[in-house]
């Protein structure tokens, strides 16, 4: 089992940055692929951001895709996803999640294990 606490959320205003951590405890956190996915009221939940076992290849929606960073310390046992330039429709609850995957993982039925999510608001 993996455990899984997201922080970092807030208000913020567009064009502001924050940045998201996801502190895993239970098994070895670098066994696992990470990402990160959000969903805003009334829509389903869409991928964002994941990274592989080794933090060596990474990928990104294109909604986001330079913009936002994801990272992983395997010593910290945590992932982050730093985020700039924020807009508005980026307003969601913010999940990560853990894969038994080496790979970089984009779909949500691969993943095993969630966060309860972390709200980011971004005001216009």
């Known amino acids: 089992q993996v455990q899984l606490v997201e922080s970092g959320g807030g208000l913020v205003q567009a064009g502001g940055s924050l940045r998201l951590s996801c502190a895993a405890s239970g098994r070895t956190f670098s066994m696992y692929a990470k990402g990160w996915f959000r969903q805003a009221p009334g829509k389903e939940r869409e991928f964002v951001a994941a990274i592989s076992r080794s933090g060596g290849i990474t990928y990104y929606a294109d909604s986001v895709k330079g913009r936002f960073t994801i990272s992983r310390d395997n010593v910290k046992n945590t992932v982050y996803l730093q985020m700039i330039s924020l807009k508005p429709e980026d307003t969601a609850v913010y999940y990560c999640?853990?894969?038994?995957?080496?790979?970089?993982?984009?779909?949500?039925?691969?993943?095993?294990?969630w966060g309860q999510g972390t709200q980011v608001t971004v005001s216009s």
């Open positions: 999640a853990a894969a038994s995957e080496r790979r970089v993982v984009t779909t949500s039925y691969e993943y095993d294990f």
